[in-house]
Nanobody
Framework: QVRVVESGGGLVQPGGSLRLSCAAS????????MAWYRQAPGKQRELLAA???????NYADSVKGRFTISRNNAKNTVYLQMNSLKPDDTALYSC???????????????WGQGTQVTVSS
């Protein structure tokens, strides 16, 4: 079983940057695929970026070229670097872990509580 805890959210102006972190514990981190999702009020949960245990990455079209997912297995942490932020990026950002990559939220068994990102002037 894996426990994940997100951090790094906050208020940022349009065009600004943030780096989210997700610290994992409880199992062998390097064996897990990791993903970042977000959910805005009234909208469905959206897969933003994922990284497999082999470091293959996948991005949603809405963030491709602006967001970068990476992992540090020595620190049991996955990151989401977010640049050129827009007001539409405002949402609760959550980290998820799974032994197998999937683009369906229901296939990811381990979730954090999320960290709020607000993009506003």
């Amino acid at each position: 079983q894996v426990r994940v805890v997100e951090s790094g959210g906050g208020l940022v102006q349009p065009g600004g940057s943030l780096r989210l972190s997700c610290a994992a514990s409880g199992s062998i981190f390097s064996m897990y695929a990791m993903a970042w999702y977000r959910q805005a009020p009234g909208k469905q949960r959206e897969l933003l970026a994922a990284i497999t245990k082999d470091r293959k990455t996948n991005y949603a079209d809405s963030v491709k070229g602006r967001f970068t997912i990476s992992r540090n297995n020595a620190k049991n942490t996955v990151y989401l670097q977010m640049n050129s932020l827009k007001p539409d990026d405002t949402a609760l950002y959550s980290c998820a872990a799974s032994l197998y990559y999937s683009n369906k939220p229901s296939d990811w068994p381990y979730w954090g509580q999320g960290t709020q990102v607000t993009v506003s002037s």
